[in-house]
């Protein structure tokens, strides 16, 4: 390497030390407990989607009865929300659902597909989490589809598209305390299976204990850009970071690029203390087609929400930065 | 306040970028939510939710940097309200002093 590459490398490790490719919004957070219109506990990740220039963010309330549920809340520039009066969707009371949602609802997804809004959550119960999909077409109703995993399965992300004519999801199944992504399929939305692993914990990083899909994947020319969680264990307890990676169009289990470091990780108040301190993790991001802009929204602490702001091609160099980026 | 309509404050005005803000209600437990949208030396305006919004001439306490380490507390007095969208409203206040 010659001198001046090498200047120019030092320089750019400097200039990023420290920084997160995600700018914090300044009104963040933009969503905590006085904001909730009745009684609870805590606020924290949220699902989003635009529908016109209306955004709505489908946000995990946790009661005081320590159960999540899901309420609304809406907006007309993506920064501002107001929370509907009364929650929207509550564990269900009929089976099959009711006893596999018996200690709550996590953590949903929103994925618009075909014209049909879809919502992949967890469905939490002593026998553990596991993934269930619901549709609506007003987020006031929700029509349950069916239970789409067996515990231990968390993080389910429904791809915005079919893949050479099936549906694609991407999941987070556990083996003891380790997590990794994997990619499985349906014909019916119902029944999954070809189950492949699509991304790994990796050993020395920032994401080596667990890893799952956050937003639900963003269609790009360069592949399914995924904004996925990674969780590092320290003396003080798990870390949970944000990270990108670029799985291929046609096959989503072959990682076709992934950034090396976090784009976003806690440094803020509001994401270091909370009912789980040093969490950033994120259920949903709105692409703005006219600006090129994405708009993600994270859970802090499990505590709060608060909104990131990048350029969609700065999270797409990301995914092809080498391990010197950081 | 921003809403183009004729602007009756002769202080300079310092536009603030979206800084959090929680207020109350005199005598009311409730805390309401917002950001400020500018200062100046006597006055603030903040952004609240419409349903939430206070009226000309009621009596609030605000608080500045809600959620962080050292939040501020000043009285103030609701002078008018405005429509800011269709969720939210501004709200400008005549501050009665820090305390």
């Known amino acids: ?326 | 306040m921003s809403t183009g309509q004729l602007e009756l404050r002769s202080e300079v005005r310092c536009a603030r970028v979206a800084e959090r803000i929680c207020w109350t209600r005199e005598d009311a437990g409730n805390t309401y939510t917002g950001w400020i949208n500018d200062t100046s030396r006597n006055e603030v305006v903040f952004i609240t939710p419409r349903r939430d919004r206070p009226s000309p001439g009621e009596h609030i306490e605000l608080t500045f940097g809600a959620g962080g380490r050292a939040p501020q507390h000043t009285a103030a007095e609701v002078l008018r309200t405005e429509p800011y969208d269709r969720y939210f409203s501004l709200i400008a206040c005549k501050h009665a002093g820090l305390r």
Request: proline fraction near 6%.
């Open chain 1, 1 to 326: 390497m010659t001198q001046a590459a090498q200047t120019t490398a030092s320089q750019r490790r400097t200039r990023l030390a420290g920084r997160d490719v995600i700018h914090r919004w300044e009104g963040n957070p933009i969503v905590s407990l006085e904001d909730i219109p009745f009684p609870c506990n805590t606020v924290f990740n949220a699902a989003a989607t635009k529908i016109g220039d209306h955004y709505l963010l489908l946000i995990r309330v946790e009661d005081q009865r320590g159960r999540s549920i899901f309420a609304l809340a809406h907006s007309e520039d993506g920064y501002r929300f107001v929370v509907d009066p009364e929650p929207v969707m509550t564990p269900a009371d009929t089976e099959p659902f009711a006893t596999y949602e018996a200690c709550g609802i996590e953590d949903p997804r929103i994925t618009c597909l075909d014209g049909t809004h879809y919502v992949m959550y967890t469905a939490y119960s002593h026998y553990g989490p596991r993934l269930a999909l619901a549709k609506t077409d007003d987020f006031t109703s929700f029509t349950r589809i069916a239970l789409i995993s067996e515990p231990v399965n968390k993080d389910g992300a429904l791809f915005p598209k079919k893949i050479n004519g099936r549906y694609a999801r991407l999941d987070r199944p556990m083996v003891g305390s380790q997590g990794n992504i994997w990619v499985s399929y349906s014909d019916d939305l119902i029944h999954w299976g070809d189950a492949q692993v699509a991304m790994t914990t990796r050993p020395d990083h920032w994401d080596c204990v667990r890893v799952g899909a956050s937003a639900p994947p963003i269609e790009t020319d360069q592949g399914w850009l995924e904004i996925y969680h990674g969780v590092k264990d320290t003396a003080g307890g798990p870390i949970y970071r944000l990270g990108v990676a670029m799985l291929d169009l046609e096959n989503p289990a072959k990682v076709v690029g992934r950034a090396a470091i976090p784009i976003l990780t806690p440094r803020e108040y509001y994401e270091r203390v909370g009912d789980i301190g040093n969490v950033v993790f994120s259920c949903g991001a709105i692409v703005e087609q006219h600006t090129g802009l994405v708009k993600m929204y994270y859970g802090a602490a499990d505590t709060c929400i608060c909104v990131g702001i990048a350029k969609l091609d700065a999270l797409i160099t990301r995914c092809f930065e080498g391990e010197d980026s950081g």
